[in-house]
Structure formats: C-alpha cells, structure tokens
C-alpha cells in the first residue's frame, strides 16, 4: 500500500498540509531509505484528528518522491473512553461487546524488516533507547528474523525495567505480542489466530478479559486492583476488512500516576519548593511510585543545595560590601546625604565583584525575606529540564 495513494494526495500535498503544519513528524532512518511518520504533540493539543493524522502513529514508509510504500503499520490513533468528546458516548460505539484486553504499560514497538533483517522502532523513532534495546531483545531471540506472516506488521509492547511509566511489572523484560496487522487493509488478525501464531513463537500476549463492557467501566472507577496497580483496559472490536475500532479505559489511579510522571518537571519541583506547597510535595514522594519518588528526591536535593549554596555567597557578598560600608563611615551617618552614600557605596562594591547575587545581598540590606530572591536566582537549574516520562514519544 502506498500511504500517499491510500489518503488521497501527493507527497507534496501530504507535506504541505500536515508537516509544514507541524500536525505530523517525520523522522528518517540514518541508514536505510526509509521513513516513519507520527502526529505531533501539537496535533494532539489542537485535538486534530482525520485519516491522515490518525494512521500516522510510527508508520514506516520509503523515502523520496516516489516513496510513500508501507514497510510497517502499526496501530492507528485510538482515543480513551469517556475522556474525550465523541469517544465515551455510549450512543457512537459499536452494539456487540468488545473484546477486552489488558493494557500494558510499556513502551510501543513495531517490527519491520529492511533486507530481509527484522528491526524494532519505537512510536517515533528507529534510533531511540527504546528502539535499540527492542531490537537487540528480539534479534537476541529469534536472529535475523521473526518470520512475520508476508503482507502483516508484529506490533509489541515494550516492557524493561528501567524504561518503565507507571506500572511495576517487576524483572519482566519483553517484548509482548499486540497484533498482527495486514499492511494493505489494517485488518488484524483475530485474538484466537493471535495466540496461536504467538505460542508457535514462545511469545507472551496480553491477558484477555472475560468481563463485560459494562463491568469494566464499573471497575475502573475504583482502586482495586487484581494483581497490584495496572494500567486498565483496550476494548477491541474486530471488524472484517478494516482496522479493529478500539478504545482505552484506564484506571483513575493510573490516570492519577500517570499525570504525575508525565507532567511533573523539575520546574513543578522548583515551584513547589519555592512556594513551600508541603500537600503535593509529599504527594509526590510518598503517594507515587518509587522511580518517580527517586526522581523528585533528585531534583529536591539539586535544587536545594543550589538554595543553600547561593545563600552562603549573597550573606559573603553583603558582609564584604558592609565592611567597606563601615571602613567609609567609622563614626555612623550624620546626614540623610551620607545615607545615600553608603548605599552608593555597597553598590559600586558589589558590581566591581562581579557577582551574580548581588540582589540577595541588597535584599538583606533592605531587611527583606531572602527566600524568594533566592528561589528566583535557583530557577535557572530546571531550564531544559524534562518530566521523568515524555508520554507523547513512548
């Protein structure tokens, strides 16, 4: 299937209307001539969701003008149930009930194969962390190739330690088999065919739910967990032909954890400090999980002794500059004019220290509280500075 063929427009007009839009990414192999596309982090602000921007979720294509063949194609945009208009209206679903998977809380791997050698990408990219440990797990099991049925893309979720969100999964490391789906028409293969194709091959598929769809919506409402926190539920239903319609439902405790690490900067951190909100500090230390706890504790402690250190400096800096104060003016002021001299004098002797904190030093002067000078100089460290998890890229 040729993507550009498949929505109706050229490679110029496809670039047109969504790259140079900033609605889709794309992002080029540094060796083979191929591509991968995927909605921007402004297509899902604005809410702009239409064929194009829905298929480009990591889908793998060649390059050039007369590219645009799909090599891999993973699963298209779906949306959460209930949390967003048009996608939790009872009255717009489907009136059999779904399948219910579990969903795993990981990362999206989708197979492809260049050369007849099989590679892992992750949402957005061939080269990223993610990417490079999939393949390496993967061509540590199987070599070269899966052996993937001709015409189909293997779509896994990642699963490692040290690359986890929200859910604790423990030593586990794998990939997990998600799908099988059909290049031409998005059609999968049935969870049946699924767990059949996945044991011939030694691997693990997501549990299957035998609750209603009624039931899960209930459950999720709660904090009862089966076996430990989980992520929640991927209601699927397979339509022949096509691509399955599904939904993610999501425990309100996940949702809770999940804004936290994927929200939470170290510039929330600064603000918290700063502003001494002890509530959401201790929240994040002792309502999360223990890698996002570690992370706060992290930035906690950096920011802190960047307080402490700019504390000692400015209390240096001012007891420098009243020294000359007191070398100029022995015997006191004697006149409001003198005053001002002084003053003049702390002055010039901070700016020729070339100091930066010369503002705490003056804040002492004028008997002001230092602590919001100080947090406003210790800013500075969060710039650049990311939540733990970028949602978005995983």
Not at 213 to 231: P, Q, S, W
Not at 245 to 257: G, M, N, V
Request: proline content about 4%.
């Amino acid at each position: 299937m040729n993507l550009y063929t498949h929505l109706g427009m050229t490679h110029e007009e496809f670039s047109e209307r969504y790259e140079n839009t900033g609605l889709i990414e794309r992002g080029h192999h540094e060796t083979f001539p191929l591509d991968i596309l995927s909605y921007s982090r402004k297509c899902v602000q604005e809410n702009v969701w239409d064929k194009a921007t829905s298929i480009c979720r990591g889908i793998i294509i060649t390059r050039g003008v007369d590219g645009g063949e799909v090599i891999a194609r993973p699963f298209e945009k779906f949306h959460n149930y209930g949390a967003e208009p048009g996608w939790g209206d009872t009255t717009y679903l489907p009136t059999d009930e779904p399948v219910i998977w579990e969903k795993l809380d990981g990362f999206l791997c989708t197979l492809y194969t260049w050369e007849g050698v099989d590679y892992i990408a992750s949402k957005g990219s061939f080269h990223s962390v993610h990417a490079k440990w999939a393949t390496a797990w993967l061509r540590k099991k199987f070599g070269k190739s899966l052996e993937v049925p001709a015409g189909y893309t293997a779509v896994f979720e990642g699963l490692h330690r040290d690359l986890r969100i929200v859910v604790d999964y423990g030593l586990r490391q794998e990939l997990v088999l998600l799908a099988l789906i059909n290049n031409e028409t998005g059609e999968e293969f049935t969870p049946g065919a699924l767990f059949t194709w996945a044991d011939s091959r030694g691997l693990s598929v997501p549990r299957l739910g035998r609750q209603t769809l009624d039931y899960a919506v209930k459950h999720t409402l709660t904090n009862e967990f089966e076996d430990g926190l989980e992520e929640g539920y991927v209601l699927t239903w397979y339509q022949n032909g096509k691509p399955p319609f599904r939904l993610k439902l999501k425990f309100i405790e996940y949702l809770r954890l999940h804004r936290m690490v994927t929200s939470v900067s170290p510039k929330r951190i600064w603000e918290v400090l700063a502003t001494n909100q002890s509530t959401e500090l201790n929240e994040y230390l002792k309502q999360s999980t223990p890698w996002f706890s570690a992370f706060v504790q992290k930035w906690m402690k950096a920011l802190t002794l960047e307080y402490r250190r700019i504390e000692s400096d400015g209390n240096t800096l001012y007891q420098a500059a009243q020294r000359q104060v007191e070398l100029k003016y022995s015997t006191g002021f004697c006149n409001l004019s003198e005053l001002h001299d002084a003053r003049k004098t702390f002055a010039q002797f901070i700016q020729a220290s070339g100091s930066k904190y010369g503002s705490v030093a003056f804040a002492i002067l004028d008997g002001k509280d230092i602590k919001p000078v100080i947090w406003k100089l210790v800013r500075r460290m969060t710039h650049g500075g990311n939540p733990m998890v970028d949602a978005h890229n995983t």
